[in-house]
């Protein structure tokens, strides 16, 4: 089986093209990293390989009957389930689609596969009905769950699951990626793997779109506006957030938590390691006024604040809780 085209992660590759080909693949296939780091291309063509019906030893091939039916969304055993809303919850009732979905027999392809994103996300109740299929799975199904940290699972969903942990990428592999494959010029190939955190999808996003890369310097000047506002204009910002869907609220965050730490590099003499130089200034003068204490107390709350979002806590009540302690006149 030829490598897929995948950036990084080639241990992960090698391993599920290995259990591909020797027809051991799990029932329950356990995905897990921070968002864009490439747990949904890795899954796809996990999927896509499975559904392949191409002849060359090139799976998936993108064009067979099952390849083109799996890329315009129609295969009839394969089903993606995503939260239904932007930082919403996987529900029940999702889940119980899935369990009458595998149920029945496989349609065109020797197997039924499912896709759940986000599975952090799941309700008790989602992920307990879960377990009915993972305790007992038919021959012919494969569960692939996405999720940013299996910490914060079920144990019993972990351990009936193979698990493959996606790690953020190094950021010469990131640059030479942009590069080569998306024809990004040397000097912003460099800047984006820098602030990507070593997310290859976020990076990617970021060259092509430039909204998506607008939003992360619309969080970063919100941060900075956030440490002069008083508590009452904080609570409208965590309501503002809450409800403009074209704003993520873990997005958000996962930006806000680079920004603070940041503030500690500079703080502990480091500060040639911060991500967003082009703020220094800004970051600089935070650093200067905040205790270090209070940075690493903002570090932990943000990193609080996530995984109460991850376990479907209230986004309002959980982030004016976050801004309720941030520090602020500076």
Known sequence: M???????????????QTAI?????????????????????????????????????????????????LASGSHPDFMPVEPEAEGGALKID?????????????????????????FERATVGAANALLKTLEEPPAYVHLLLLAQDADVLLPTIVSRSQQIVLRPLA?????????EQWNVPAEQA???????????????????????????????ALLLNLLDQDLPTRFETAQALTRDASVGVSET?????????????IQTENAERAIHQQHRAALAQIAQHVPLSATVGTLKALEGCQEALQRNANPQLALENLLLNLPGGY
């Open 171 to 179: 950021p010469d592999i990131v640059a030479q990626a942009l590069r």
């Open 2 to 16: 030829k490598p897929w085209p995948v950036v990084g992660h080639q241990w992960a590759v090698r391993q599920l």
């Open 190 to 220: 460099a800047h984006l793997a820098r602030i990507s955190g070593g997310r290859m999808g976020w990076a990617i996003r970021a060259a092509t779109e430039d909204a998506y890369h607008q939003r992360m310097e619309d969080a970063l």
């Open 253 to 265: 965050l996962e930006y806000w938590l680079t920004g603070w730490r940041d503030v500690l590099l």
């Open 94 to 118: 999702q889940i119980r689609a899935v369990e009458r979905f595998l149920a029945l027999t496989p349609n065109e392809s020797a197997r039924k596969i499912a896709l759940i994103n986000a």
């Open 21 to 69: 080909e020797r027809d051991e693949v799990p029932h329950a296939l356990l995905i897990s990293g921070p968002d864009n780091v490439g747990k949904m291309t890795l899954a796809r063509l996990v999927a896509g390989t499975l559904l392949c019906k191409g002849q060359s030893d090139e799976r998936p091939c993108g064009v067979c009957l099952a390849c083109r039916k």
